[in-house]
């Protein structure tokens, strides 16, 4: 038995324990459409609890984004804050935060298309969800 604390006390010493996040929050928004390539598409607003610490710190994201219909060529996504942008490579998917990322207030996905004219099918988000790991 002294040996499981010691080695539970070890493991909470640990680097890798100290890396454990603390708490996560989720939210999700309907999304939008663009028509045109070269525009943004700017994503409805998606807020953290008001009791989230100002100290808080993002640690991981895990996102998906529905489309009405497969994506366009050029699609670039990113996840945005006011004050930075982390690019996001798929619909979907979870990425460690390695820079100081504050994990409470707003946060926006922008969508844009990097090629000109017309999209056929326009690009039609339908649900926006973000899940925000934080310590």
């Known amino acids: ?4 604390v010691l080695l539970l006390l070890a493991l909470q010493a640990s680097p890798a324990a ?9 939210a999700s928004s309907a999304g939008g459409s663009v028509t045109t390539g070269k525009q943004l598409l ?17 640690v991981r994201i895990s996102w998906r984004i ?16 006011i004050d930075k942008c ?5 619909l979907s998917g979870e990425r460690r935060i390695d820079v100081p990322l504050a994990a409470n207030g707003e946060f926006r ?13 326009a690009l039609n988000v339908v649900r926006n969800q973000l899940t925000v790991n934080y310590r």
Request: aromatic share 4%; charged share 10%.
């Open 1 to 4: 038995m002294k040996s499981v």
């Open 18 to 26: 100290s890396a454990q996040t603390t708490g996560a929050w989720s």
């Open 42 to 58: 700017r994503g409805r607003p998606l807020l953290s609890p008001e009791s989230l610490s100002p100290s808080a710190q993002a």
């Open 66 to 81: 529905t489309l009405l219909s497969p994506p366009p060529p050029g699609l670039v996504i990113k996840l945005c804050r």
């Open 86 to 90: 982390i690019p996001l490579p798929a």
């Open 109 to 121: 996905f922008i969508y844009s298309v990097n090629s000109p004219g017309q999209l056929r099918p």
